[in-house]
């Protein structure tokens, strides 16, 4: 079976310091691969989603980046955390495009 | 483009009763539906989903959903609520021919279910 892991689960940093999220998939291959953001426990945004190693198309023009080094693996990054970075960052992956898509558990990210 | 809404942020039912949770969907072609639930700081768990086929969807849970294409409708129901489904929902949509392959989320639905 699948299964779908982040870490850390909870990450305090200050404002202005870098941001490493990270997120393994396993018992799949080239799986659909995404980011989102969940503020307040409400509303996900979805940031980021790749479709293979190295293809990483944005939604949203922000602080934050993301990159896919292995087929199961997708990381998020910032080289200067905001205030507004802030929340509950969710990844998720899928079969394929109209797939239903799993989720992480998530990491919960307070900016200082 | 498309879009979710969830016109209730809040739904309380007594426990034993039938539940609605509603979801209104606009997208330019045809829509993939989903509903997920998510409890405190946990991820999102997936509930159903309508891609095509018979309007009625059943998942987990005991839960379903009935699509209406004419009301662009997707509201989740369980004929008997449980204290145990108390959380928060969501209804997703993805556009099938077009835009980014993620989910566009509603804003969630707190589902309380009182003993």
């Known amino acids: 079976s699948q299964t779908i892991h982040q870490w850390p689960a909870t990450l305090v940093q200050p404002v202005g310091s870098p941001l490493s999220l990270e997120c393994t998939v396993e018992?799949?291959?080239?799986?659909?691969l995404y980011w989102y953001r969940q503020a307040a426990g409400r509303g996900l945004q979805l940031l980021f989603y790749s479709v293979g190693i190295g293809q990483i198309s944005s939604e949203v023009p922000q602080n934050l980046s993301a990159s896919r080094p292995q087929d199961r693996q997708f990381i998020l990054s910032s080289k200067k955390l905001l205030l507004s970075d802030s929340g509950f960052y969710l990844c998720a992956w899928s079969m394929g495009q109209g797939h239903e898509q799993f989720f992480g558990p998530g990491t919960r990210l307070t900016v200082l | 483009a498309q879009s979710v809404a969830q016109p209730e942020d809040q739904v309380n039912v007594a426990e034993g009763n039938p539940l609605t949770v509603k979801c209104t969907y606009s997208v330019s072609g045809n829509p993939y539906l989903f509903w997920y639930v998510q409890y405190p700081n946990r991820g999102l768990q997936f509930l159903l989903k309508y891609i095509t086929g018979d309007n009625l969807v059943k998942g987990s849970y005991g839960f379903e959903a009935e699509f209406n294409k004419s009301q662009t409708s997707f509201h989740l129901k369980k004929p008997s609520a449980l204290v145990s489904d108390s959380a928060l929902y969501f209804c997703a949509v993805r556009d099938m021919w077009g835009g980014a392959d993620g989910l566009t989320f509603g804003k969630g639905t707190h589902l309380i279910i009182q003993p």
């Open positions: 018992g799949t291959s080239n799986p659909n």
